[in-house]
């Protein structure tokens, strides 16, 4: 059922944050999707997706990923996006809210899920922005970093604004 005699899928010029692995199982006759990959991290859970460009099923825009097998061997791998992040530790989460005020926090927590669109980190003793962290909340809405230790800001603090 579905789209089982899709040939070619175009998705460039969106915020793909996570696929997951069988988000194209059923398009049976699949040939090429072209996707602009730029928000998508470089790490061992997309690694297939390096497996798909080598066999070029996917025409990958913007995703420069060097890692090897060897680098992923042992990493617990989730079959889904939903799956794969859960709360941050001395946070609370609700749907795509994430409230981590008053925590004592020196930096942002890297365990941030990329549906999130409102985040909040106010007074807490944060003092850098982690740009690679934030590169990857493309749906964000809201970022309170208000009250904290902050000294400075690099020019690329806040990428993709």
């Known amino acids: 059922s579905g789209l089982v005699k899709l040939k070619k899928l175009k998705m460039v010029g969106n915020f793909v944050v996570c696929i997951d692995m069988q988000a194209f199982e059923k398009?049976?006759?699949?040939?090429?999707v072209e996707m602009d990959l730029r928000f998508l991290d470089c790490n061992c859970q997309n690694r297939w997706i390096?497996?798909?460009?080598?066999?070029?099923i996917i025409q990958a825009v913007n995703?420069?990923?060097?890692?090897?097998?060897?680098?992923?061997?042992?990493?617990?791998l989730y079959p889904k996006c939903s799956e794969e992040r859960s709360c941050p530790e001395k946070c609370t989460c609700q749907g795509d809210v994430i409230r981590c005020s008053n925590q004592s926090l020196d930096e942002?927590?890297?365990?941030?899920?990329?549906?999130t669109r409102e985040l909040y980190l106010d007074s807490n003793k944060i003092r850098t922005i982690n740009t690679k962290f934030v590169k990857s909340l493309v749906r964000l809405k809201?970022?309170?970093?208000?009250n904290n230790?902050?000294?400075f800001l690099e020019e690329e603090s806040f990428p993709n604004l």
């Open 149 to 151: 230790d902050i000294g």
């Open 50 to 56: 390096l497996k798909w460009i080598e066999q070029k």
């Open 142 to 146: 809201l970022l309170d970093l208000s």
């Open 108 to 115: 942002i927590p890297q365990d941030i899920s990329h549906s």
């Open 27 to 32: 398009f049976e006759q699949i040939q090429v």
């Open 63 to 76: 995703f420069n990923c060097n890692l090897t097998e060897q680098e992923c061997l042992g990493e617990k």
